[in-house]
């Protein structure tokens, strides 16, 4: 059943001209509310100011969840459908797909940091850079709606901790995955088990193969988001860099859906990696969100005794010093093996705290910047943001005292140029 199965039946190819009309008015949005949903408190006219900036990076989600009264996620969506024309190429009724994503939203936690408006502002982010004119006539219409769905529903039903959390205190989760991605694979049970409410199958016209097609794409990039898979995702872009780029010019190569895939895999990444990216005044709030949301892990992890995350602990962890705007990060050891190995001792077992500038430095800009020349010139103004951001979080932190061993000759740590 649902969208790996064959439940649904799905208009044949040979229809009478009736049927064509009919058809045409389902998956017809005209008769739709504007935004997709009724509900009396949501600002009309700031809602159609903000889904005409979507070709601006930095969306203000903060903004979008007060306008659309709580369901910014439901509005982007059906936005972006619409835009596409995604509803009239796959036949989906627009109410089923309004139903399906209400229950994705409402399957959001309010955690401080993994929530709708995180959501939101993935697959936003996602749709601005899938629009990059280096990808122009590149993806299928399934896989930009598969790569939009994949980012809808990439936290769905988070629980507000991470995965060494689940493992650490044997959830039934952890052992259900063995270990591994625990979190990414609940989030597409949870996404494809939704599907199996009829109601709220907005694939059902889609034939076997695209079914078969649609669920592979959204699982393949819904794991990628694990940030276990951090530098595999970034090899891969670079690879392709080396090989599918045309010369003097900004065109690629991807008949392959393997390196198609590799594409889209790295652009959800990027995309759930945003947040530092966006303006100063946007990522303060997100990092302000993620350090609350590890306070609130380390809370738990102190009363049940077991190791503290990186940003566990109130009283040692300060905002100024200690910023990790992603709560998957976990420095294990295949993370630290990629990392400069005078950082090593700072990063080690013990969890000690992940400054900000370092997260940029050696996670977010080397991913952003490797993305910015796959798509140049697109990405320019996201790596200025970065360095926009860098150059605050440096403004605060009062200077550090040499380490031990290190003389005036020490070299300093890399920055991005």
Same mark, same amino acid.
């Given at each position: 059943?649902g969208a790996?199965?064959?439940?649904g ?5 040979r ?7 009919i058809?045409?008015?389902?998956f017809n ?11 009396p408190?949501?600002?009309g006219?700031k ?6 900036? $979507?070709? !601006? ?9 007060t ?10 969506a059906?936005?972006?459908f619409?835009e596409?024309? #995604?509803?009239k190429?796959f036949r ?12 994705? &939203? ?7 940091y993994?929530n ?8 936003l ?23 939009l769905v ?10 507000? =901790?991470?995965? &060494?959390?689940?493992?650490?205190? +044997? ?6 995955y +063995?270990? &591994?991605?625990? /979190?990414e +694979? ?5 996404a494809? &088990? ?7 199958n907005?694939?059902?016209? #889609?034939?076997r193969?695209q ?6 794409m ?5 794991l990628?988001?694990d940030?276990?898979m951090?530098?595999?995702n $970034?090899?891969?872009?670079k690879?392709?860099l080396? !090989?599918?780029k ?5 065109? $690629? ?5 393997s390196d198609?895939?590799?594409?889209l ?5 990027c ?10 005044? #946007? ?7 993620i350090?609350e ?8 992890? =102190?009363? /049940? ?5 990186p #940003? ?11 910023q990790m705007?992603?709560?998957?990060i ?6 630290l093996?990629?990392?400069p190995?005078h950082?090593?001792t700072? $990063? +080690? ?8 500038? !370092? ?7 080397p991913l ?7 798509v ?13 951001t ?14 031990e061993g290190e003389g ?7 920055q991005?140029?």
């Amino acid at each position: 059943g649902g969208a790996g199965g064959a439940s649904g039946k799905h208009l044949g190819k040979r229809q009478s001209h009736a049927t064509d009309k009919i058809a045409a008015s389902l998956f017809n949005s005209e008769s739709m509310p504007m935004f997709g949903i009724n509900n009396p408190k949501i600002k009309g006219e700031k809602m159609t100011k903000f889904f005409k900036r $979507l070709d !601006t990076w930095g969306f203000d989600v903060f903004k979008l969840e007060t306008i659309s009264a709580g369901n910014p996620l439901v509005t982007a969506a059906y936005q972006l459908f619409n835009e596409r024309g #995604l509803f009239k190429e796959f036949r989906i009724q627009p109410t089923m797909f309004v139903k399906y994503m209400l229950a994705v &939203q409402n399957r959001y936690h309010d955690n401080p940091y993994h929530n709708r408006m995180h959501a939101t502002e993935v697959i936003l982010s996602t749709n601005y850079l899938i629009k990059a004119r280096a990808f122009e006539n590149i993806f299928t219409n399934l896989e930009v709606m598969a790569t939009l769905v994949a980012a809808a529903v990439h936290d769905v039903d988070h629980p507000g =901790k991470n995965n &060494q959390f689940l493992i650490n205190t +044997n959830h039934r989760l952890a052992l259900l995955y +063995n270990d &591994q991605s625990v /979190l990414e +694979n609940h989030h597409l049970y949870v996404a494809f &088990q939704l599907f199996d409410i009829p109601e709220q199958n907005f694939l059902c016209n #889609l034939d076997r193969d695209q079914r078969r097609a649609f669920r592979k794409m959204v699982i393949d990039m819904v794991l990628a988001t694990d940030m276990s898979m951090h530098f595999k995702n $970034l090899g891969d872009i670079k690879t392709l860099l080396e !090989t599918k780029k045309v010369a003097n010019d900004s065109i $690629l190569v991807l008949d392959k859906y393997s390196d198609r895939a590799d594409v889209l895999k790295c652009l959800i990444h990027c995309a759930d990696l945003a947040n530092p990216s966006a303006p100063v005044e #946007l990522a303060v709030q997100w990092s302000q969100r993620i350090m609350e949301e590890s306070f609130l892990q380390g809370d738990e992890e =102190k009363k /049940l005794a077991i190791p503290l995350n990186p #940003l566990g602990d109130r009283k040692l962890s300060n905002f100024e010093n200690c910023q990790m705007p992603h709560s998957g990060i976990l420095l294990c050891e295949k993370t630290l093996a990629n990392l400069p190995t005078h950082m090593h001792t700072s $990063l +080690n077992s013990e969890w000690s705290d992940m400054p900000m500038i !370092t997260f940029i430095d050696f996670i977010v800009y080397p991913l952003w910047e490797t993305w910015a020349e796959l798509v140049y010139p697109d990405a320019q103004l996201i790596l200025d943001n970065l360095n926009k951001t860098r150059a605050h979080w440096q403004s605060i932190l009062p200077p550090s005292p040499p380490d031990e061993g290190e003389g005036e000759g020490a070299e300093p740590m890399p920055q991005p140029e």
